[in-house]
C-alpha cells in the first residue's frame, strides 16, 4: 500500500510538470499579447512596448521563459501579476478558501440527492419513480450552469428574498452557486447509484436478507447501500476535479469572487502568470483528488489489491 | 496498478468516461463565459474620462438627505489603485472618486483648476506652470504641495516604473518644483494636449509618503485627496468608500461644496449584467453602472427603477478597411477596397439608423464623422454633410462603376473573382457585424463575419486575411484621431493626404478656435477619401433604483457621487 502511494506520486510529479508545460505553450499559443493588452485601444509606441515586454521577459526564446517558470515554480514563487502587481501565490490563496466552500458545499449537496434519488428510483425500478428521476436525471446533466444559475438567481433572490444574488461576502452567498454546480453531479449520481443498487438489490445475498426477514431498512441501509458507496465513492471523488472546473462557470454567473473568477480575468487580460497559477493549482488539486480516490478505493473494497 | 477480484464490477471507466464528458461539457460553458467576460471587459476597458454632457434624469426638487450606503455593480475588478501603474477602465472608475487631479473638464468641455488654481503656458507650448491652491492635503493628514505634484509625474515619466499612462503625457519630459506652490511641466514639443491628459484621473496627485510606505502594496492601500477614500477591498467581492474629511470641492460641475451625502459607496464586482439586474431588482445593490441598450429598454418606464443615459458621447464604431504600409512612403489600401467607389458603396449599402434603433434599441447617436459627439471639434456640419443614408441603387452604381458586376447568384464579380470579403468584429458588436454583413449581401457582396474576444482581435487583425473591420474606439480628447490613425492595423496604418501632418498641427496649435479648425480640417482629410465609413456614437447607460436621487453623469462620464443622495 505505502509502496503503491509512493509511486502514484511518483507518476502525479511527471503529470503536473507536463500540465504546467501545456499550460506555458498553450497560453503563448493564443493569440493575444499582454503587454499590447495593458494599453486598451490606446497603445504607445512600438518600442516602449518593447521595453515593458523585455522587463516582463517576454522577449526570452519560450524554452528559457519556461525553464524560468519551472524553476521558480518548484521554489514555491508562481511569479507576480502582470497587471496588479500582485504575487500570484497570495492572489490564490486569498480566493481559494471561498472556491473550496464553494465546491465542498457542492459535494456534500451532489451525494445527498444523488444517493437520496438513486436509492428511490432503484427501490422502484421500472415504475414512476425511478422513470421521473431518469427524466429529472436528464435534464440535470443537459441544463447549462449558468442559464441554471441565473433561474435560481430569479427565483431564490429576486422572487423569494430568500438568498443573495450575487457575491461571497456570507457563507450563505455561496449556497445558490453551490446548488447550481451540484445538481449536474447529482443527475450523474443519481443514475450510476440506481444501476448499481439494482444490480446488487437482485444479487443472492440480498435475497438471503430479506428471507432472513431483517427490516427492509437494515437490508438496504446496511447490506446493499455498503456496496453501493464503492462505484459512488469513485464517481463522486473524480467528481470534485469537475466541480473546480464548473466554478469557472459558475463563479462569474455569481460574482463569487473564488479562484474561477480570477482565472478566466485573467485568461482575457492574458496575465500569464496568474493563469499559470489558476491551471497549475487545478490541475495539482485533480492529480491529488485522484490520487486519495485510489487509495480509498482500496479501503472501502478490501478486495482491491496494489501491486507497486 | 489496481487489480481487482474479476467479479467485481468495475465503476472506474464508466466514472471516467462520464467525468470526461461532463469536462467537456464544462470546458465549453467556460469558453463561452469566457467570452462573455470579454466582451464585459471590452465595454469597461479603455479610459473612459468623458467630455462635457447632461443627464436625462430629471433634477431631484427634494433638498438632499444625508446618510445611508449607495451600492453599485461594476462588471470587472480593478487590477490596482496605483494609478502609474494601470489603465484599466475599471481602475480608472474608482481613481476617479479617491483621486483629485490638477486641472478638472468643464460642463461646457474647457478646463478649470481643481488642485491647481490657476496656469500659464509659455508662447511655444512647451512650457507650462501651474499655481497649486494653499493648504491641500491628503485624506490621512499629509500635504499636498509641489512636492507631491513632481512624485507623481516624475514616478510615472520613470522608466523603472513602467506606467501604462507614460504615452498620454506625449513630449512631456520633466517636472520640475518651483516653490511649495508651484511646478512647472517641461516638453520636449509643444503640446495642445497637456491639459486633456492632466484632467484625467490616471493623472490623479498620490501622496508620496504613502507610496514610499507601502511600495508594492500600494496598489491595495492608495492615498489621494479625492471627494472619497478606500475603505475597504474584499478581493473580488466589493470595494468601499467613505467620504474623505479632508476633500475640498473645486470643481463647478459638482454642486455640493460640503462632505458627500453617502456614509459609503460599495463597488460589488458582479461580471454578470444580468446578475447585476437580478440583485438591482433583489434590491441588494442600488445601481448597476454600465448596462446595453437591450436591458435598458427593459427598464425604461419601469415603477422603482430609473435609466439613466449619458448622452455625449466618447466613443466612435465605425467600420476600416485592410491597409498596408510599406517601410516609407504611402500607406495603401488591400483590394478590394483600393477604389474609393468600392469604399464609397460600403457607406451607402447600410442603413446605420436603423442598426441602432433594431440592434442597439436607440442607444446610440447617429455620427457620421470620426469625432464622437462628444469630444472637442465634434461637427455637426460636417455630419450632415458627410453622411451616407442608405442607397442601394447607387452602391450597386458605384460598385458597377468600379468594375465589380452583379453575377447570377447575386455575388458581384471581377475578372471572375467573387467580390468576397472577410469582415472582423469585436464579440460585443457580433449582432451589429451581422446585420451590416446582410446588408451589404444585399449589394453584391459575400461577406464572412469573424467576431473575436478582445484580446485575438487586437493581436492578430494586422497580419489577418480582413479586408474589413468594425471596431469602437473611446477617447475624451481630440487626439483620438491620432488614435485611430495608429492603432496598429486598418485605419490605424493611414498616412495618406497629408493626415499625419494636419494632425500634428492639431496636436500643436493651443488657440482653441484654431485648434478647432485644424481638427475639423484632418477629420474632412479622413471623409473625402472615405478612408473610414463612420457609424454612430454609442451611449453610455445606468440603471438605478429610484430611492437613488441626483444619480446623473458629470463630464468625465463617471456618476456625480458627492451629489447623490438616497432617499428614505
Redesign the interface.
Known amino acids: 500500500m505505502g509502496r ?1 502511494v509512493l ?2 506520486i511518483g507518476v502525479a510529479v511527471p503529470t503536473l510538470v507536463l500540465v504546467s508545460f501545456c499550460v506555458f505553450l498553450m497560453l503563448r499559443l ?4 499582454p503587454v ?10 512600438e518600442s ?1 512596448m518593447a ?2 515586454r523585455h ?1 516582463l521577459g517576454l522577449d526570452e526564446p519560450l524554452l528559457a521563459q519556461y525553464a524560468a517558470f519551472l524553476d521558480r515554480s518548484l521554489h514555491g514563487d508562481l511569479g507576480v ?1 502582470y ?4 504575487p500570484v501565490a497570495s ?1 490564490i490563496a ?2 481559494l478558501p ?1 472556491t473550496l466552500r464553494l465546491i465542498g458545499l457542492s459535494l456534500v449537496l451532489a451525494a445527498l440527492l444523488g444517493l437520496s434519488f438513486g436509492i428511490l428510483a432503484a427501490l422502484h425500478s421500472g415504475r414512476w419513480p425511478d422513470l421521473a428521476t431518469s427524466a429529472l436525471a436528464v435534464v440535470g ?1 443537459s441544463i ?3 442559464w441554471l ?2 433561474m435560481l ?2 427565483l431564490f ?2 422572487r423569494l ?1 430568500w438568498l ?6 456570507t457563507p450563505a452567498h455561496a449556497v445558490l452557486p453551490a446548488t447550481t454546480l451540484a445538481l ?2 447529482a443527475a ?1 449520481l443519481a443514475r ?1 447509484t440506481r444501476s ?1 443498487m439494482v ?1 446488487i438489490l437482485g444479487q443472492d445475498f440480498v435475497r438471503t436478507a430479506w428471507a432472513k426477514g431483517l427490516p427492509p431498512a437494515r437490508v438496504v441501509g446496511v447490506h446493499v447501500l455498503k456496496n453501493v458507496l ?2 459512488f465513492l ?2 463522486a471523488g ?2 470534485l ?2 466541480l473546480l ?2 466554478a ?2 459558475v463563479e ?4 463569487y ?2 479562484i474561477g ?2 482565472g ?2 485573467a ?4 496575465d500569464f502568470p496568474v493563469t499559470q497559477g489558476v491551471v497549475l493549482l487545478a490541475a495539482t488539486g485533480y492529480v491529488l483528488v485522484n490520487l486519495v480516490v ?1 487509495v480509498l ?1 482500496g479501503l472501502v ?1 478490501p ?6 | ?5 474479476a467479479s ?2 468495475s ?2 471507466p ?3 468516461r ?2 470526461r464528458a ?2 467537456r461539457r ?2 465549453r ?2 469558453v ?3 467570452a ?3 466582451v464585459l ?1 471590452a465595454c469597461g ?3 473612459t474620462a468623458q467630455a462635457p454632457s447632461g443627464s436625462e434624469a430629471a433634477p431631484s426638487e427634494a433638498a438632499p438627505v444625508a446618510g445611508g450606503t449607495l451600492t453599485l ?1 461594476m462588471t ?2 480593478p ?2 489603485l ?1 494609478p502609474a ?5 475599471p481602475s480608472e472608475g474608482i481613481f476617479y472618486f479617491i483621486y483629485d487631479t490638477l486641472v478638472a473638464r468643464t460642463a461646457d468641455g474647457g478646463f478649470e483648476g481643481d488642485l491647481a488654481s490657476d496656469w500659464s503656458v509659455s508662447d511655444d507650448a512647451k512650457t507650462w506652470t501651474f499655481h497649486l491652491r494653499p493648504g491641500l492635503v491628503f485624506s490621512n493628514g499629509d500635504p499636498l504641495d509641489a512636492d507631491a505634484v513632481v512624485f507623481t509625474f516624475q514616478r510615472i515619466l520613470d ?1 523603472a516604473t ?1 506606467a ?1 499612462s ?3 503625457l506625449g513630449p512631456v519630459e520633466s517636472v520640475e518644483k518651483v516653490d511649495d506652490s508651484t511646478v512647472v511641466f517641461h516638453l520636449a514639443a509643444p503640446s495642445a494636449l497637456l491639459l486633456d491628459n492632466l484632467a484625467i484621473s490616471y493623472f490623479g496627485i498620490v501622496d508620496p509618503k504613502a507610496v514610499q510606505a507601502e511600495g ?1 502594496g500600494y ?2 492601500q492608495p492615498v489621494g485627496s479625492g471627494p472619497f477614500m478606500l475603505k475597504e477591498w ?5 470595494i468601499t468608500l467613505v467620504p474623505n474629511p479632508n476633500h475640498k470641492e473645486f470643481r463647478s460641475t459638482v454642486a455640493n461644496k460640503g462632505r458627500p451625502y453617502l456614509d459609503a459607496v460599495v463597488f ?5 449584467v ?3 439586474l ?2 438591482l ?4 445593490i442600488d445601481a448597476a453602472l454600465s448596462v446595453q441598450g437591450d436591458k435598458a429598454e427593459l427598464y425604461q418606464g419601469k415603477p422603482g427603477f430609473q435609466v439613466v443615459v449619458n448622452p455625449a458621447s466618447i466613443g466612435i464604431e465605425y467600420i476600416f478597411f485592410a491597409m498596408e504600409k510599406p517601410a516609407s512612403g504611402e500607406s495603401v489600401y488591400k483590394p478590394p477596397f483600393d477604389d474609393i467607389r468600392v469604399r464609397q458603396a460600403v457607406g451607402y449599402a447600410l442603413d446605420v439608423p436603423g442598426i441602432i434603433q433594431a440592434v442597439l434599441h436607440g442607444y446610440a447617436v447617429r455620427n457620421c464623422t470620426p469625432m464622437p459627439t462628444g469630444v472637442f471639434a465634434y461637427d455637426p456640419d460636417l455630419n450632415q454633410t458627410y453622411c451616407y443614408a442608405q442607397d442601394t441603387a447607387k452602391a450597386g452604381e458605384l460598385l458597377d462603376a468600379a468594375g465589380w458586376t452583379l453575377g447570377a447568384d447575386g455575388v458581384r464579380q471581377k475578372d471572375g473573382k467573387p467580390l468576397h470579403v472577410e469582415f472582423w468584429a469585436l464579440d460585443a458588436d457580433k449582432d451589429v457585424a451581422q446585420v451590416i454583413q446582410s446588408q451589404l449581401q444585399a449589394v453584391g457582396f459575400q461577406v464572412d463575419v469573424k467576431a473575436l ?4 482581435y ?3 487583425i494586422g497580419t489577418s486575411g480582413m479586408n474589413l473591420g468594425l ?1 469602437n ?3 475624451s480628447a481630440p487626439n483620438i484621431l491620432d ?1 485611430m490613425a ?3 492595423f486598418g485605419f490605424g496604418l493611414y498616412n495618406r493626404n497629408g493626415l499625419p501632418e494636419a494632425l500634428a498641427k492639431a496636436g500643436v496649435t493651443v488657440d482653441e478656435a484654431a485648434r478647432r479648425d485644424a481638427y475639423v480640417a484632418a477629420q474632412k482629410i479622413i471623409l473625402d477619401d472615405a478612408a473610414i465609413i463612420p457609424l454612430y456614437s454609442p451611449e453610455g447607460i445606468s440603471i438605478a433604483s429610484d430611492k437613488v436621487m441626483n444619480f446623473k453623469f458629470g463630464p468625465d462620464s463617471h456618476i456625480t457621487l458627492p451629489d447623490v443622495w438616497l432617499k428614505r
Do not use: C
Not at chain 1, 267 to 270: H, P
Not at chain 2, 1 to 5: I, R, S
Not at chain 2, 268 to 272: A, E, G, S, V
Not at chain 2, 281 to 284: R, V
Open positions: 503503491y509511486a502514484r493564443v493569440p493575444g499579447d499590447r493588452l495593458m494599453f486598451g485601444m490606446t497603445p504607445p509606441p516602449e521595453l515593458l522587463e501579476s497587471r496588479s502587481k500582485e492572489m486569498d480566493r471561498r446533466v447549462p450552469q449558468f444559475g441565473l438567481i430569479l433572490a429576486v428574498h443573495p444574488a450575487a457575491g461571497s461576502a449536474g453531479n450523474v450510476v448499481a444490480e464503492i462505484p469513485t464517481l473524480l467528481q476535479g469537475d472546473s464548473g469557472f462557470v462569474n454567473v455569481f460574482g469572487a473564488g473568477q480570477l478566466v480575468y485568461m482575457a487580460q492574458r485510489d478505493y473494497d478486495r482491491i489489491r496494489y501491486d507497486a | 496498478m489496481v487489480k481487482k477480484d467485481s464490477s465503476p472506474r464508466e466514472g471516467r462520464r467525468a461532463a469536462w464544462r470546458a460553458l467556460g463561452l463565459a469566457a462573455l467576460l470579454l471587459a476597458g479603455g479610459p455593480a470587472d475588478e487590477d490596482t496605483d501603474h494601470t489603465v484599466a477602465g522608466p513602467q501604462p507614460k504615452g498620454f508594492d496598489g491595495r474584499a478581493t473580488g467581492d466589493h460589488r464586482i458582479i461580471p454578470q444580468e446578475t447585476q437580478a440583485a431588482e433583489s434590491g441588494e474576444d478582445v484580446a485575438t487586437v493581436s492578430t471596431v474606439v473611446g477617447w488614435i495608429t492603432l496598429g
